[in-house]
C-alpha cells in the first residue's frame, strides 16, 4: 500500500479509521489525567463536580495544592537534585566515550561496544538490585576492615544517581557518538595547521560541533532520570524522588493532587522533549543549507 | 611522532568507561551471582551451594510466577507488533511533509511522560467509578458500575501502552528507508498486498521487527508499575517478588537467584531474537 498505487476506497477509510482509533488510545489517559486535575471533587473519579484550580493553589484541606504539598515539592527538588547530577555525569562520560570509539582502534573495541550497549538490554530492576547488593558488601567489607561507616553506599541518593548514571550512559554514548561521526576531520587538521594545539583544536571546533548532541542528550538524560522508578525503587533511600513519592500516594489511595503534579510533569517533560528534538533538527538544516 | 601524548590521550578516554561498565555493571552482577549462590548457614555466616535456586524450583508459586510473567510479556510483545506495524507503516508511508512529524511527534509525547503517569491514566479510566464504566451506564449499556482494573487484561492494556511507542520509532526508522519504487516494482511485476507485505516490506523492516521486539519483551519483563498498580494484590508478577525478596522479607539470597534467573530469561530471549533475524547486538541496539 503506497500513494501511488490505487487501493479500494472502503480499505483506505479502514485503514485512517485504524489510524485515528490508535491515536485516541494513546492520547486517552494523559487527557483524563490532566482533565481530572481540575476536578472540584477529593477523588480523581467520576462524577464532575466543576472546575477549580484548588488543586494546583488551594491552602486548605483537604483541598491542599501541589505548591502547597510539602512532600510533593520536597521530592520535586529531590527528583532535580539526582536528575543533574546523573545528566552531567552521563555527558560527561558519554562525550569521552564517543571521543574513543569514534577516534581510536584498539583491541577489543568491538567487544568494548558490546559491553555499552548491555545497560539497554538488563531490566531496570536488576540492575538496582545488583548495585544494591555490591555496594552493600563493599560497605560491610570496608566497615568490618576500618570500624567507620559508610553510609553512601547504602541507599540513598548516592546510589540512586550512580544506578541511574549507569544506563543513561549507554544512551548519552550513542546520540553523542552519532553526531561525532558526521564531524569532518579535516576542520580539526586546518586548525592544527593553523597553530592551534591538539586540545584548543577540539575546544574551540570539534566540541562547539558536538554541542546539539550534548545538549540534546543531557535534556534527555534529564528526563530518563525523572521518570526512571524502577532502578531508583531499588536503591531509595530516606529521600525520595517523585515518581517514588507519588507511587507511595497512588498505593494509598489517590486524591487528584497526583493528577496536578502529572499535568505538570506532563507539560514540562513534552515541552523539554520536543525542545530537544528541535534542536537538533534546526542545527542539523542550518549546516545541511 | 606525538605517540606519547596521544597514547596518554587514549588511557584518558579509556578510564571512565572501564570505571563506569566495571564498577557499575560487571562487578555488580558478579556480585549478585555470587549471592544467589550463597546460604546462610548462620548469623553472618554463609556456605557455597545452590538452595536458593533449589527454593525456587520447588515452590510452585515461584515458577509459576516466572512462567507467567514469561508468556505474559510474550503476548505482550505480539499484541505490541501486531497493533503497532500498520501504525508504522502509516506514518512512513502514507504520510508525508509536516502530517508526518507531527504524526510521529504524537507518538513520541507519551513516552516522554512518566511511566507512572500513564498508568495512573488508566487507572482513572478502568476504575469502576472511571471514566470509561461511567461512559458505558450513561450511554445504557450496562446496569451497574463495572470494574475493569485488577485484572490480566488490565495489565496487558498498560503494558502495550507502555511500550508501543518503543516499537513504533524503529519501526518507522527501517520503514522509512525502504524504497518505494521497491513497492511499486512488485505491484508491477503482478503482487498482491499480501504477498508484498511478506516478499518485501516485512523482510527489509525485520532489524525494526526484531530491535523492537527485544526492547518491549525487556521492557514487560522487567516492569513494575504497571501489574503492581493495573493488577491489584492478586496479581502476581516477578519483579514485584524479586522486591518482596530483596524490601519487604530482607531475603537477598534468595531475591538475588530471582533477579539473576529473570536476567538469564531476558538475555537468552534478546540472544535467540538476534539469532533467528542473523543480526547482532552492536547493529540492532546501535540504531537506536
New interface residues.
Given amino acids: 500500500m503506497i500513494p501511488t498505487v490505487p487501493q479500494p476506497a472502503f480499505a483506505k477509510w479502514c485503514y485512517r479509521a485504524y489510524v485515528a482509533v490508535f491515536f485516541i488510545y494513546l492520547a486517552l489517559p494523559l487527557t483524563v489525567v490532566c482533565v481530572f486535575a481540575f476536578n472540584n471533587s477529593v477523588f480523581p473519579s467520576m462524577p464532575w463536580e466543576g472546575f477549580t484550580l484548588a488543586w494546583f493553589f488551594g491552602t486548605e484541606a483537604p483541598f491542599i495544592g501541589v505548591f502547597h504539598e510539602r512532600a510533593i515539592m520536597r521530592s520535586i527538588g529531590t527528583s532535580a537534585f539526582v536528575a543533574i547530577w546523573v545528566s552531567g555525569l552521563a555527558v560527561a562520560v558519554g562525550t569521552c566515550n564517543a571521543f574513543l570509539f569514534v577516534r581510536h582502534d584498539f583491541r577489543g573495541k568491538a567487544f568494548l561496544y558490546m559491553l555499552m550497549l548491555l545497560p539497554l538490554i538488563i531490566p531496570g530492576v536488576i540492575l538496582g538490585i545488583s548495585i544494591l547488593v555490591f555496594s552493600s558488601s563493599l560497605a560491610n567489607a570496608l566497615e568490618d576492615a576500618t570500624g567507620m561507616w559508610f553510609d553512601g553506599l547504602r541507599p540513598g541518593l548516592i546510589l540512586v544517581i550512580l544506578g541511574q548514571f549507569s544506563f543513561i550512559t549507554t544512551f548519552a554514548s550513542l546520540v553523542i557518538s552519532a553526531r561525532l561521526q558526521k564531524f569532518d576531520p579535516s576542520l580539526e587538521e586546518a586548525a592544527l595547521n593553523l597553530g592551534a594545539t591538539k586540545w584548543g583544536a577540539i575546544r574551540q571546533i570539534t566540541l562547539p560541533f558536538l554541542l546539539p548532541a550534548i545538549v540534546a542528550s543531557a535534556v534527555v538524560s534529564i528526563l530518563m532520570s525523572f521518570e526512571n522508578f524502577n532502578t531508583t525503587l531499588m536503591l531509595v533511600g530516606s529521600d525520595s524522588p517523585l515518581t517514588i513519592t507519588m507511587f507511595d500516594k497512588l498505593k494509598q489511595g489517590s486524591t487528584p493532587v497526583l493528577n496536578a503534579v502529572s499535568l505538570l510533569l506532563i507539560v514540562v517533560s513534552a515541552a523539554l522533549g520536543l525542545m530537544s528534538l528541535l534542536f537538533q533538527t534546526k542545527k542539523n538544516q542550518r549546516e545541511s543549507v | 611522532m606525538?605517540s606519547d601524548?596521544s597514547r596518554l590521550?587514549?588511557y584518558?578516554?579509556?578510564a571512565?568507561?572501564l570505571l563506569?561498565?566495571v564498577v557499575?555493571?560487571?562487578?555488580?552482577?558478579i556480585?549478585?551471582f555470587i549471592?544467589s549462590i550463597s546460604e546462610r548457614v548462620g548469623p553472618r555466616a554463609y556456605e557455597i551451594g545452590l538452595d536458593n535456586y533449589a527454593t525456587f524450583f520447588n515452590e510452585p508459586l515461584y515458577w509459576r510466577t516466572f512462567a507467567r510473567t514469561a508468556i505474559m510479556s510474550m503476548i505482550a510483545t505480539l499484541l505490541t507488533l501486531v497493533?503497532g506495524f500498520?501504525?508504522a507503516?502509516?506514518i512512513a508511508?502514507?504520510t508525508r511533509g509536516r502530517t508526518k512529524t507531527t504524526?510521529f511527534?504524537?507518538?513520541?509525547?507519551?513516552f516522554?511522560?512518566?511511566?507512572?503517569?500513564?498508568t495512573?491514566?488508566?487507572?482513572?479510566?478502568l476504575?469502576e467509578?472511571?471514566?470509561i464504566?461511567?461512559t458505558l451506564q450513561y450511554l445504557g449499556l450496562v446496569a451497574g458500575p463495572v470494574e475493569m482494573l485488577y485484572n490480566d487484561a488490565a495489565i496487558m492494556v498498560g503494558l502495550v501502552?507502555t511500550s508501543?511507542l518503543f516499537m513504533v520509532v524503529p519501526l518507522v526508522t527501517t520503514l522509512d528507508s525502504l524504497d518505494?519504487s521497491l513497492?511499486?516494482a512488485g505491484?508491477d511485476l503482478g503482487g498482491t498486498?499480501v504477498s508484498i507485505m511478506r516478499e518485501i516490506v516485512i523482510p527489509h523492516a525485520m532489524p525494526g521487527i526484531v530491535s523492537g521486539c527485544?526492547?518491549v519483551f525487556?521492557l514487560s519483563?522487567?516492569?513494575?508499575?504497571t501489574p503492581i498498580?493495573l493488577g491489584g494484590k492478586d496479581s502476581l508478577w516477578f519483579?514485584g517478588m524479586?522486591?518482596t525478596q530483596?524490601?519487604t522479607r530482607f531475603n537477598?539470597e534468595l531475591?538475588?537467584a530471582f533477579?539473576f534467573l529473570?536476567?538469564v530469561l531476558?538475555?537468552l530471549v534478546?540472544f535467540a531474537g538476534l539469532k533467528l533475524s542473523r543480526q547482532s547486538?552492536?547493529e540492532t541496539?546501535?540504531r537506536?
Fill in positions: 606525538a601524548t590521550g587514549f584518558l578516554l579509556l571512565p568507561i563506569w561498565l557499575l555493571i560487571i562487578l555488580p552482577h556480585g549478585l549471592v497493533l500498520p501504525i507503516y502509516y508511508k502514507l504524526l511527534l504524537m507518538c513520541m509525547i507519551p516522554w511522560v512518566s511511566e507512572l503517569v500513564r495512573f491514566g488508566w487507572m482513572i479510566l476504575r467509578t472511571g471514566v464504566s461511567n501502552y508501543i518505494d513497492i511499486e505491484y498486498n527485544i526492547v525487556m519483563l522487567g516492569n513494575y508499575l498498580l519483579t524479586i522486591y530483596f524490601i537477598w531475591g538475588s533477579g529473570l536476567l531476558s538475555s534478546v547486538l552492536t541496539m546501535g537506536t
